[in-house]
């Protein structure tokens, strides 16, 4: 018999990868390509959705063609996608009606305000673990509807299609209309407890139930593609940063994984039982394998990699985000430099819509390198921040944390990491958790792979970095941080120009 690979698809919110695994979880293959960012007013951002299709695809072909397998060999489709994306298509052409408003996108700030002064939050809160915020898909669905009075006569009828990515692709892979536990409880329209759409929420956000996708749980046949010329099963979708809890292996309650990408997003695995934060953190459905379902407390850092493209594209301080580390490693310090990326607010634990991003302690010695560093070391203050509250909100001390993305390649940042933390930061043999999550679902529901323990023993190599600060150097650094952080609430906009 041929040797069996699993294709996982990784619909990431700058770039569409696909890469291909073996048995022994190695990558046996993988391609990569950047699409265009939309960005129509300030806080505004948008994707085409025929953009991130035809990305997709093309980057499933390559991969496949440059590991030289047959499609017969492919023994499943994973797909994992950037969450909250929302996108609308008419249902009987595949036709996108307007660009993917992007997870990112802050243009339903006010309603989330009307909302939330309305009395809606806590119902929200308790039905769906999330917060009234602009991230979340259902305010999204909302507003295209609202923009559109056409649009909102066609959704009553029937002949529109709501979905998130992960839904979006699969459309297109096998024109089946559906999505998995872990992405619809992105929505604020789902019922974490009920395990279905929430009639409640639908009619508050005014959301004909007709839109909506069927859901299933992340380990599931969703149907059949013949993309690569042969029919090949779609065994799993799933949330990116819950795909890349059980990448990492976080299979039982209190386990904890960073994930640095575009934004930057840490998951706790709480069992079979969903965990209500006091402390700014969402409760969100972690995976649902058969009859059983898992939760996860998480705690969404809106700009993390995001900070270095800025620094890259619009500073011009850097030709690549890869030579990120070596100029901030130029300087043993940020010399008293915080920057704090608010650039769409804040998330976890502030959620603060209105904060904005700041740079201070500027001084005449200020270069390239302390600026750069600065942005490296906010994404781990970031990511401590949200650490801390999970630790208040699970009572559970965290003993270590495993990280991955594509920015978990930095050793500078993971040292930084874990001095802020003071605990031992764990990265495995391979970043790419995230896809591998989705490769490791949808191999379980083929039988590709036959249990949890034989995916502990087929991923055990990792390596550590420990802290070096005292606890000192850290509390100054915490507190440095934390006052940085204050000032994003002031808004600027509101002082009166000079003059």
């Not at 017969?72 to 008419?90: C, K, M, V, Y």
Request: aromatic share 8%.
């Amino acid at each position: 018999m041929a040797k069996q690979y699993v294709l996982a698809l990784d619909q990431g919110t700058t770039s569409s990868r696909s890469i291909l695994f073996d048995r022994d979880a190695q990558v046996v293959a993988s391609a990569q390509e950047e699409f265009k960012q939309y960005y129509p007013h300030p806080g505004w951002v948008e994707h085409d959705p025929e953009e991130i299709w035809q990305s997709q695809k093309r980057t499933a072909l390559a991969c496949v063609k440059d590991a030289g397998v047959e499609p017969s060999q492919i023994a499943a489709f994973g797909i994992t996608n950037q969450r909250e994306t929302t996108i609308l298509w008419d249902r009987a052409t595949g036709e996108p009606v307007h660009n993917a408003i992007v997870w990112q996108c802050r243009r339903t700030m006010q309603l989330c305000e009307r909302l939330r002064a309305a009395g809606h939050e806590p119902l929200f809160r308790d039905k769906t673990g999330l917060v009234l915020d602009a991230y979340f898909s259902g305010t999204k669905l909302h507003w295209l509807l609202e923009q559109d009075p056409n649009l909102r006569a066609r959704a009553e009828k029937g002949e529109l299609c709501f979905g998130t990515v992960d839904s979006w692709l699969l459309y297109k892979l096998t024109g089946e209309h559906a999505t998995d536990l872990s992405n619809a409880s992105r929505t604020l329209m789902f019922n974490i407890h009920s395990l279905d759409w929430d009639d409640e929420l639908l009619e508050i956000l005014e959301i004909p139930r007709a839109l909506l996708p069927e859901v299933h749980p992340t380990g599931h046949i969703f149907g059949y593609s013949d993309l690569l010329g042969a029919e090949i099963p779609v065994a799993a979708m799933v949330g990116d940063q819950q795909s890349a809890l059980f990448g990492q292996q976080a299979f039982h309650a209190g386990d904890c994984k960073n994930t640095y990408g575009t934004g930057c997003f840490m998951l706790m695995n709480t069992g079979e039982r969903p965990v209500v934060s006091s402390h700014g953190l969402l409760t969100t459905i972690a995976w649902g394998q058969g009859n059983r379902v898992e939760y996860a407390l998480e705690g969404s850092v809106f700009v993390a990699g995001a900070v270095i493209q800025w620094l890259r594209d619009e500073l011009g301080l850097l030709r690549n985000a890869a030579e990120s580390e070596q100029i901030a490693a130029q300087v043993s310090d940020t010399g008293g430099v915080y920057l704090v990326p608010a650039f769409v607010g804040l998330g976890a634990p502030h959620w603060d819509m209105r904060a904005q991003g700041v740079i201070c302690g500027l001084s005449r010695g200020t270069n390239r390198a302390h600026l750069v560093r600065a942005a490296l070391e906010s994404i781990s203050f970031q990511s401590a921040d949200v650490l801390h509250a999970m630790e208040m909100d699970s009572g559970i001390t965290i003993p270590e944390l495993r990280v991955d993305g594509g920015a978990a390649a930095n050793n500078l940042l993971l040292q930084h990491q874990a001095d802020v933390l003071g605990i031992p930061v764990l990265r495995g043999s391979s970043i790419e958790a995230t896809a591998l999550g989705a490769a490791f679902l949808a191999g379980l529901q083929v039988h590709f792979w036959e249990s949890e323990e034989q995916l502990h023993r087929i991923c055990s190599e990792q390596e550590r970095f420990e802290p070096q600060w005292d606890s000192m150097t850290r509390r100054r650094a915490i507190e440095g941080w934390t006052a940085a952080v204050q000032r994003t609430r002031t808004d600027l906009s509101e002082v009166a120009p000079a003059g």
